[in-house]
Nanobody
Framework: QVQLVESGGDLVQAGGSLRLSCAAS????????MGWYRQAPGNPRELVAG???????NYADSVKGRFTISRDNAKNTVYLQMNSLKPEDTAVYYC?????????????WGQGTQVTVSS
């Protein structure tokens, strides 16, 4: 089991920046994948950015060049640096951890943090 707590969401003007944090209740060293997802009202939850235990990253096309995901295993924390924010980035942002142990796959989610970008 791992509990995830997101923080850093806020109201910001278009063009501004925010850094989201996802703090895990235990070591994330063995967690294979951690990602940031977002969900706007009326829309499905979508992957924004992900990072593997080896440090490989992937991003949604809509955020490439603006968002950066990183993980600090020593602090059991994953970050999402968001620059050049747009109104369409407005959503609840969720952190997810995916862990494989043998043949068992477990997904864990945080409670979400609201990001609102005003025009």
């Amino acid at each position: 089991q791992v509990q995830l707590v997101e923080s850093g969401g806020d109201l910001v003007q278009a063009g501004g920046s925010l850094r989201l944090s996802c703090a895990a209740s235990r070591s994330i060293f063995s967690i294979n994948f951690m990602g940031w997802y977002r969900q706007a009202p009326g829309n499905p939850r979508e992957l924004v950015a992900g990072i593997t235990s080896g440090g490989s990253t992937n991003y949604a096309d809509s955020v490439k060049g603006r968002f950066t995901i990183s993980r600090d295993n020593a602090k059991n924390t994953v970050y999402l640096q968001m620059n050049s924010l747009k109104p369409e980035d407005t959503a609840v942002y969720y952190c997810k951890a995916r862990e494989w142990i043998g043949t068992r796959l477990d997904d864990y989610w945080g409670q979400g943090t609201q990001v609102t970008v005003s025009s």
